[in-house]
């Protein structure tokens, strides 16, 4: 059963989603606070398995013990075959839930779980429904699977490796997602992910994406909580049209 989780964040103005991989975990709950004091709505969470990545990162009890009234846990999951593993993402308290298009034979049938799955947190909200795709993945690949997500997320660096810059290529391919979903007339989420920082972030903005994804531009160790407070000015700006 398709959710209406995600229609808040269609109110045509971008959205940040900040990793929290990035952050001092030995402090996630303050670090959490952080984020809530500066406006931000989403935290993100890199999930890598070094089999699809070659990076390993975090799991569900991560997730489980991030602890917030008011940020959306969104959680990415670059792992390998996903089906079997969903249910201990949405039971840790995963809100949103991304899987890559390139990292399961069966992609329906990954979003059809979700689709059923009860939200830990809220069980009249539901899951929203996401599904990522690497640089090098046509943007045609999510058409099949329109019916069954809320949320595309064009990643634009390859996922993995850290210190990569975001991809000139991301532009085209964003333009490319929106027409598809345009097409579909279906309310879905347009995201983008990976090398954003304090210098471009209002250029990605006004490429019309409802979510940017973003992280050691906040959590560099320096000044967290300025760092969040100016990556949101700078996307208020921009407007998202469909």
């Not at 075959?81 to 329906?108: C, I, N, Q, W, Y």
């Not at 429904?129 to 640089?135: E, K, M, Q, S, Y």
Request: proline share 7%.
């Amino acid at each position: 059963m398709a959710t209406t989780a995600h229609l808040p964040l269609l109110d045509g103005r971008p959205h940040l989603t900040v990793g929290i991989i990035t952050a001092d975990l030995a402090n996630l709950g303050s670090e959490v606070r952080l984020l809530e004091d500066a406006g931000v709505e989403l935290v993100h969470i890199d999930v890598m398995d070094g089999v699809f990545c070659p990076t390993m990162t975090v799991g569900p009890p991560l997730i489980r013990a991030i602890r917030s009234p008011v940020l959306l846990k969104d959680a990415h999951l670059m792992i390998d075959e996903p089906l079997e593993k969903l249910g201990d993402f949405v039971k840790a308290g995963a809100d949103l839930v991304t899987f890559h298009v390139e990292s399961t034979r069966h992609p329906h049938r990954v979003l059809q779980a979700l689709g059923v799955a009860t939200n830990a947190n809220d069980p009249e909200r539901g899951i929203i429904r996401g599904v990522a795709l690497n640089p090098g993945t046509p943007v045609a690949a999510i058409e099949p699977l329109l019916d069954e997500l809320e949320y595309v997320l064009v990643l634009a660096i390859n996922p993995g490796w850290s210190g990569q810059r975001f991809l000139e290529s991301s532009e085209r391919r964003l333009a490319e997602a929106k027409e598809v979903i345009a097409r579909s007339g279906r309310p879905i989420l347009l995201g983008v992910d990976g090398g954003i920082t304090r210098e471009n972030v209002a250029r990605v903005a006004a490429m019309g994406p409802n979510i940017i994804v973003t992280g050691s531009a906040v959590f560099d160790g320096k000044a967290a909580a300025e760092n969040a407070r100016f990556m949101l000015t700078q996307v208020a700006p921009a407007l998202v049209s469909f």
